[in-house]
């Protein structure tokens, strides 16, 4: 079982950035793809990131192409969002995602159930 802390959330103006953790634990964790989604107020959670067990392969959603970048350290068995000019649209709870199957890539469309607590992130105007 894996079990996923996440980290570095906070209140940032428009423009600003922040950088999210990710400390994940359980024996296959360096062989999973992860990711990040996130869920504003009212809205559905939506897929943000994700990045293969190795960290060669990386995919972003569209609305946050050119501003995040996803990386991951298997030593420390913690992966990271890079969160820069960030916008008031990206307030929301970022959760971290791994992968059900080691080697296999993290489903954004149906993720597995492997989800951290979550960390809110505020953007202000």
């Known amino acids: 079982q894996v079990q996923l802390v996440e980290s570095g959330g906070g209140l940032v103006q428009a423009g600003g950035s922040l950088r999210l953790s990710c400390a994940a634990s359980?024996?296959?964790?360096?062989?999973?793809?992860m990711g990040w989604f996130r869920q504003a107020p009212g809205k559905e959670r939506e897929f943000v990131a994700s990045?293969?067990?190795?960290?060669?392969?990386?995919n972003y959603a569209d609305s946050v192409k050119g501003r995040f970048t996803i990386s991951r350290d298997n030593n420390k068995k913690t992966v990271f969002l890079q969160m820069d000019s960030l916008k008031p649209g990206d307030t929301a709870v970022y959760y971290c995602?791994?992968?059900?199957?080691?080697?296999?890539?993290?489903?954004?469309?149906?993720?597995?159930?492997?989800w951290g607590q979550g960390t809110q992130v505020t953007v202000s105007s």
């Open positions: 995602n791994a992968a059900a199957t080691p080697g296999a890539p993290l489903n954004r469309l149906n993720p597995s159930n492997n």
């Open positions: 359980g024996r296959t964790v360096g062989s999973l793809a």
């Open positions: 990045i293969s067990w190795s960290g060669g392969i990386t």
